[in-house]
Every structure is written in C-alpha cells, then in structure tokens.
C-alpha cells in the first residue's frame, strides 16, 4: 500500500515514546558515525524498508533508495515533473503511432563495471512482460515487442497507437547479467543485498534493518558525481525521536514530520523548515470485493459497503475541513479526486457535483435506504432487520495522523447510527489484512506519479488482488481508462481523465479525505544546494528525480564533512539500549503499494 503521508510519521509504541522523550540520543547510537573524510548526508525518517528487490518495492522509503540506485529509461523535470531524458536521450514514433524508437545513452556503466546497454533495458521490460508481474505491466499495456537492434537503440512496438512509453514508465532498469536467467520465483526471492548492481549516482553498501541504510556515492554516474560521498536513511521509532536528533545535528533534514512537531521546529537555531507539495493523498477504502452481493471467498468485508447510498451516507458524515485543520494543523487541503490539484490532471467537481458534509442528509438517505435502528441501540441494522451496522475500521501505528483521523470519523459515524472501532495496527500488518480482504474500511493513502495512468489503473476491474484498494468495478470506467491511454490528443485526455475522476467521486469506491503537504525540516547551518520539486512549494526528497542528492553540499566553501554537535556518546547509548525492546513500524509514506510476492 502506499502511504504516502502517504504518507506519514511513525507510531510509537509506549517504551518507543519513553525512550524519545527520556534519552533522545538513543537512535544516534544504532546509526553508522560519519567518517571525518567523508561528506554524509543523513536523511532521517520513521519507515523502515523491507527489501531492495525492484520487483517487489512497496512503498516510499524503497523507490526512494532504489531510485538512487537503479535508473529509469525516462526522467521527470525538476520544476515542471514533464518528462525528460533519462537513459534515453532522445525519442521519436512512427506515423502511424506504433513504433516509438529511443537513442540510449553510450556512457553509462553498470556498478560492477559491466556496460549498460539498450539490450538490458529490452530485457528489464521484457521479463516483466514474460513473466507478468502485475505490479507493473500498467506501464507495458498495449505492447507488441520491445528489442534492442544494437547497444544504443531501442525499439518498442505496440498493438494500439499510445503515449504510454513517454509517460514515462516508472521501471526500474535491471542488469541482465545479474537478473537474466531467473524464474519468476527465483526474481521475487531474489534478496539482491549485498551485492546490489545498479547504474544510478549512488550504490547500496550498508543495511541494517530497522535502524539505517548506507549508500556511497557513484564517482562515474553518467549524471556527474554527487557531491557528497555518502547517503545514509535513518529509521527512528517515532516522530519525537528523529526531531530531537535533527535539534542535536545527528541528522540533516528529517522527513514526514507531523504538524505539531514541525511548529516547534519553526524558528529554531540552525533549522529551516520546509513545507512540501501534496503530491498525494490520504483515503479511507471500503471492503467491496463482492460476488453476487456476498463477499468474495475468505473476505470479511460488511455487505452493506456493497450499497452505494451507504458509501455515500458515509461520505456525507465526515467533515473534511475539520480533519484538515485538527489533524493536519491547517498543513492540506480537503480531498475530492484522485489525482492532486498539484498537478495539471486534478478535476475538481462542480458545486453541483460536490458531496457536501450533512449529517441530517446522512442519515435521511440511510432512513430512505432501510437502514433503521430497530432495536434502539443507536445502531442501524441491514433492510429487513438482522445484521447491525458495525464496520471494522483499521488505522495504522506508523501514522499518527490516521489515528487522530480515524477518533474523528467515528465519532461522526456514531452520529449517523453506524459503530466503528478504530483498531491500530502496523503497516505490515495491515498490509496482510488488506491482501485477505479481512476489513470493512481502512485509512491509508496514496503518493500520485505526475502522469495520471498509472494512479487511474488502480481502480480498474483487473487490478482486483493487485493494486485495488477496493476491488472496484465499472466496465465504463475501464472502457475509459483504455481510452486516456490510446489518444494522441492531450486537451482530449483530459477530458477523459477529468471523467474517469468524476466517476469514481460519484461512485465512492473510497473517500479522499485530504491531500497533505510533505512536512520536512533540514540543518541549514550545514548544508545548502538542496532542490525543490516541483518549482513553487516542491519536495526536497522524496522526489520524482536524485536532484537534491546529487547537488547538497556544505555550507562552508570548500572543506570536509560538516561538523556535527555532539551529545552523549554512541558507545554509552549501546549499553542503555541493550536489553529495550522497541516495536520497528513497517513504512509509511508512498508512491507505492503492492509487491508481486505478495499477489502472486
């Protein structure tokens, strides 16, 4: 699932909370010590990640590290997000919009030394393709065949004009030296840790898990080196500890911070925060994998989600101006559609259109629908009698801003005779809930690509047990996605795609309730040459690009590593810590969700 927010902070278990409060410097003394030699940028964060396997990548925090590692065919600007070259430096397509050829560059080297060629980008697509991971094949519809005629050139073939190719597919190329000649089963097992080969500006030689990852620089990266030598991502228990470590110097910029945290840090000595984009979305998914009416096989979802009036009575109960300004501190905006009003695709439905929050229209609708309250519980039953209306509500640890979410909108709910429980579990746990079907709704969220196909695919009926939320199911809107995605008009996809947005706002497969901002703070006593994406009110990472990591350096003009503040030695915080134990939370924080291991 991706979170992104999607995204965002981490939950603390009781002795994670203690132990930030009470010895602050405790994650300090897990994490590698800097070298004096060396430039090191330390990002700090709550998500862990699970692999580095770019075939089974879930969420943030693993595109985030396989993107400096690994390259793509294309790029995204770093202002507009519009594509630009990537391994390929230039494109063309046939007039009959059937063969798109690219130029591939000739200087980019593998991070064993072996050359990277047209012939490994043909088959990082094509084993994809061969051996269908559904996860990704969105981005190879309508392919007829991909070949690489030489080192430089490739060639992709498809059955129906598309601009698919140049949307750009979001795939990371693999070394076939390394990968060629795996089964399926072999590549999703495949750990790909220690002896990770990629072609980006940076090359994975450190993992400990739960605690950090460390990456060194790519002196030969076709790009231009990094200016620094290392890059380190460091996994605190909660939100309280990171900050306190970015306050000590122990990192340099820490991400997902949550709004009340990210207040105290405004005007602090040496600091500078940052509000970031909303790139994405936070949503609340209904259980609708429905057979006949009934659930499908082994799922537990409440047959009344199946009702539309009852998604929409929910709709209606939940008060997305209130959630904005008490949970996200006034950091967001109300949700409507599914693609961010960041990005050029958003379609914001008409006053008309718009579902207001009206809890006496709620509950009207419900009377009007037969759900009634027979037994005088304050709970509603199913038409008929029988079966109350009792919904299993699952929110997530990692996401402090879903719990506080999820207290609201039960409390909304009660007001419309509908019971939820808000039940917290970790990301990992809710991800196995949500590949059982074992849920009524869920808070999660989504980090949206800035071309719309892909965030459009996950609601179409074939990516049910895939990379559905909900497994929803419209054969008009999957006529329409498969239209957006053969036009050649660009005014006449959006219009498409303004449609299909329309669609599932009406349908309500599941609930935006806000689009957050990325809130970030960095040591800017230290470091400067990071980069914002896009332009305007962007990312500083977590971005759609290596732009920031390639180009952060210190302040002070040419010297070594930036000095960092001391605190209580790490070989003192080894002794307290031995013996705690600490409950690690999975990731938050996506643009992704769903690994084929896990669907397959």
């Known amino acids: 699932m991706a979170m992104t927010r999607t995204a965002r902070a981490a939950g603390a278990a009781v002795l994670g909370a203690l132990v930030a409060l009470t010895l602050a410097g405790v994650a300090a003394a897990q994490s590698p010590s800097p070298s004096p030699e060396k430039l090191t940028f330390i990002v700090g964060q709550t998500n862990d990640v699970r692999t580095f396997n770019p075939l089974k990548a879930i969420e943030s925090p693993e595109y985030e590290t396989m993107g400096v590692i690994y390259d793509t065919l294309l790029g995204w600007d770093k202002d507009t997000m519009e594509p630009v070259p990537g391994l390929a430096t230039e494109w063309s397509v046939s007039e009959d919009g059937l063969t798109w050829t690219f130029k591939i560059r000739d200087d980019v080297t593998w991070s064993d030394g072996q050359p990277l060629t047209a012939r490994d980008i043909a088959f990082t697509f094509n084993f994809i393709l061969e051996n269908n991971f559904s996860a990704l094949t969105s981005y190879l519809t309508f392919t007829d065949e991909i070949t690489a005629p030489d080192d430089t050139t490739l060639v992709w073939k498809t059955t129906k004009p598309t601009t698919a190719p140049i949307a750009p597919p979001f795939i990371f190329i693999m070394p076939e030296h390394v990968w060629g000649g795996m089964s399926k089963e072999e590549a999703k097992q495949f750990p790909n840790f220690p002896d990770t080969v990629g072609s980006g500006p940076f090359r994975l030689v450190e993992w400990k ?43 340099d910029i820490a991400y997902g911070i949550p709004p009340t945290l990210f207040a105290s840090l405004q005007g602090a000595e040496g600091i ?38 009852v998604r929409r009575a929910v709709a209606m109960a939940i008060d997305k101006q209130a959630l904005v300004d008490r949970v996200l501190g006034g950091f967001g905006t109300p949700g409507t559609t599914v693609i961010p009003p960041a990005y050029p695709w958003h379609y914001e439905p008409s006053p008309d259109e718009l579902i207001p929050f009206d809890i006496a229209g709620a509950n009207a609708l419900l009377d009007e629908a037969g759900y009634l309250d027979t037994d005088g519980d304050g709970v509603r039953e199913m038409p008929g009698g029988g079966r109350p209306l009792e919904f299993r509500f699952i929110v997530r640890t990692e996401d402090p801003d879903s719990v506080k979410a999820g207290q609201l909108i039960s409390g909304w709910l009660k007001q419309i005779g509908i019971a939820t429980n808000p039940e917290a579990v970790t990301d990992g746990k809710l991800i196995d809930l ?125 010297g070594g590593a930036p000095t960092r503040e001391g605190g209580i030695p790490a070989s003192a915080w080894i002794g307290i810590v031995v013996g705690l134990v600490v409950v690690i ?16």
């Open 434 to 558: 949500w590949l059982a079907n074992d849920f009524d709704l869920y808070i999660w969220g989504w980090g949206v690509e800035p071309d719309p196909d892909f965030q459009l695919s996950t609601y179409t009926t074939d990516q049910c047990l895939v990379w559905s939320d909900t497994c929803y199911s419209n054969p008009e809107y999957d006529e329409l996605y498969i239209r957006q995605k053969t036009t050649a008009s660009r005014e006449e996809r959006k219009q498409i795609v303004d449609e299909m947005q329309r669609i599932l706002y009406q349908d309500i497969p599941e609930i935006v309730l806000y689009y957050d901002n990325d809130l970030m703070a960095y040591r800017s006593d230290r470091w400067t040459g990071l980069v914002e994406q896009p332009a305007g009110q962007g990312n500083l990472v977590y971005q759609y690009g290596t732009y920031t990591y390639r180009n952060v350096r210190p302040v002070s003009a040419g």
């Open 209 to 251: 898990k739960g605690d950090f990852w460390r990456l060194e620089a790519n002196e030969d990266y076709w790009g231009g080196a990094p200016v620094i030598d290392e890059l380190v991502f460091r996994v605190f228990k909660n939100d309280e500890a990171m900050v306190q470590a970015l306050r000590a110097g122990e990192i």
């Open 585 to 600: 939370g999975a990731v938050v924080l996506a643009r992704r969700r769903v690994s084929e291991e896990d669907r397959a």
């Open 272 to 309: 500078t925060t940052h509000v970031g984009a909303a790139l994405g979305f936070t949503q609340m998914s209904f259980g609708q994998c429905f057979w006949d009416g009934k659930p499908c096989k082994g799922a537990t979802h409440h047959p009344a989600l199946a009702d539309p009036d």
